[in-house]
């Protein structure tokens, strides 16, 4: 038997019904708070990523899966979204109509990191991304959208952690300040943290070997070395928040993996996900766009991890399942062919409705209709015909009535409806 390919999975049907829901709730807070959807493909020149993500990160150097394609050129299966969504707004002059762009994006990433739990080598974002726009309430706007999506999905425990990261005025005065510390204690760095450390020392606050972690406790705050203008802005950002009463810890160790982030970074962590606890992150990425060949407008976003955020709602799948409205039970040809026609014209009007066409006795499609979870079962046979009436069975409360053969599709239709006023079953 050929299996799938290790830390990549399959989505089942189980499963799927809680997935739709969930992207059905995201899409639409996303169109309230002005977003358009962006489709990007999941391949890219591996260029693109060196330059946003920074070839020196885990991701660019050991993550990606990069082949050389038949016409030589060097391609990646994306790691995330954003450097691709910049991508797009650049290569399409997005920001020629309006430099104020708020687009979204929900699809597989891949990264080949070690499988475990929570972590997978194929994974799901959705993303948001605003360009063209400075005010720090820009920032606590997107962080006010992931919370408020968060808590449509009435997730539990999850905390909010913020962070700066500066911007190219005060970065090196931080980056400075960490070599020093870094020179200080050689020993106590693996060999990547060595080789990363004069080149780019924030990146040693992503290593997940555990000496390194630990050594890091007592590296200086970055927050400590932030300019006028970054501290403002934090401040700003810190004021919204408290607003509209949004929770949130200053983590000042949170630089995040990616090379591209300036000023407010933060990530949303799952109390109950274990090591893998980060279900959310984003930041603000002010040089990106024109590092990749754009103009000189901002961006600011965000990606939540799908797999991780179903973790969170484990046990809630069934809530949304779509089981049938209706099972048509009809015995003999005649009665069949009749049920045919009212399964079709019931599905044309919405009706979720299922029938077995192998004319199993009665008795085993009563089964069946238990088993799909059927609402109401319509049974019908060669009595029934004969008294021009269907048998309307309501699986819940067992009570059973009769409805003339011509009156089926209607009753059936009228019953659903008032049965799903005020919410979807
Ligand atoms: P990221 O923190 O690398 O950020 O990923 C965002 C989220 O994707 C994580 O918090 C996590 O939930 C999920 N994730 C990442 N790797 C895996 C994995 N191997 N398996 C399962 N889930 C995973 C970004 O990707 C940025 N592009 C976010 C962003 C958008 N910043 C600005 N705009």
Redesign the pocket.
């Known amino acids: 038997m050929i299996k799938l390919v290790r830390?990549f999975k399959d989505i089942l049907p189980a499963d799927t019904a809680l997935w739709q829901h969930v992207e059905g709730v995201v899409r639409e807070l996303l169109e309230d708070f002005g977003f358009a959807e962006l489709r990007i493909p999941v391949l890219e020149q591996t260029e693109l990523f060196a330059r946003s993500?920074g070839a020196g990160t885990d991701?660019v150097e050991k993550?990606m899966y990069t082949f050389t394609d038949r016409g030589g050129a060097s391609l990646s299966l994306r790691?995330?979204?954003?450097?691709s969504?910049v991508r797009a707004y650049v290569e399409h002059r997005m920001y020629a109509k309006d430099p104020v762009c708020k687009l979204y994006t929900i699809g597989p990433?891949f990264?080949r990191?070690r499988?475990q739990r929570?972590?997978?080598?194929q994974?799901?974002?959705i993303?948001?991304?605003i360009f063209g726009l400075h005010d720090p309430r820009t920032d606590a706007e997107l962080i006010l959208l992931l919370m408020t999506f968060f808590g449509r999905l009435e997730l539990g425990s999850v905390a909010l952690h913020i962070n700066s990261l500066g911007c190219p005025e005060c970065r090196p005065r931080f980056k400075d300040a960490l070599k020093l510390f870094l020179a200080g204690r050689p020993e106590e760095f693996c060999s990547d943290c060595l080789r990363r450390k004069d080149e780019n020392p924030l990146r040693l606050f992503d290593c997940k070997v555990p000496d390194c972690k630990e050594a890091m406790q007592e590296a200086p705050s970055i927050l400590d070395d932030l300019c006028e203008a970054c501290s403002t802005h934090f401040d700003d950002v810190k004021r919204s928040l408290d607003r509209f009463q949004i929770p949130y810890q200053i983590n000042n160790r949170l630089v995040?993996?990616?090379d591209?982030?300036t000023r407010t970074t933060f990530?949303?962590l799952g109390e109950s996900l274990g090591a893998?606890d980060?279900?959310?992150?984003?930041?603000?990425?002010d040089g990106l766009v024109k590092a990749l060949g754009g103009p000189n407008e901002p961006?600011?976003?965000?990606?939540?991890?799908?797999?991780?955020?179903m973790e969170l709602l484990a046990g809630r799948a069934q809530d949304f399942e779509k089981r049938p409205h209706i099972f048509v039970a009809a015995i003999g040809e005649t009665a069949q062919d009749m049920a045919f026609e009212w399964v079709q014209g019931l599905r044309l009007q919405g009706v979720r409705t299922e029938m077995d066409f192998e004319n199993r006795s009665l008795k085993s499609q009563m089964r069946r209709a238990d088993k799909l979870g059927a609402s109401y079962v319509v049974i019908v046979g060669d009595r029934e015909l004969d008294e021009g009436v269907a048998i309307f069975r309501d699986m819940a409360t067992k009570e059973q009535e009769q409805v003339v053969l011509q009156e089926v599709v209607g009753t059936a239709v009228d019953r659903i409806r008032t049965s799903t006023v005020g919410g979807e079953s």
């Open positions: 830390g993500i991701i993550e790691p995330e979204a954003t450097a969504v990433m990264r990191e499988p929570g972590r997978y080598r994974f799901h974002q993303n948001a991304e995040r993996g990616l591209y982030y990530e949303v893998q980060a279900v959310a992150g984003g930041g603000r990425y961006g600011v976003g965000f990606a939540v991890g799908v797999d991780r955020l």
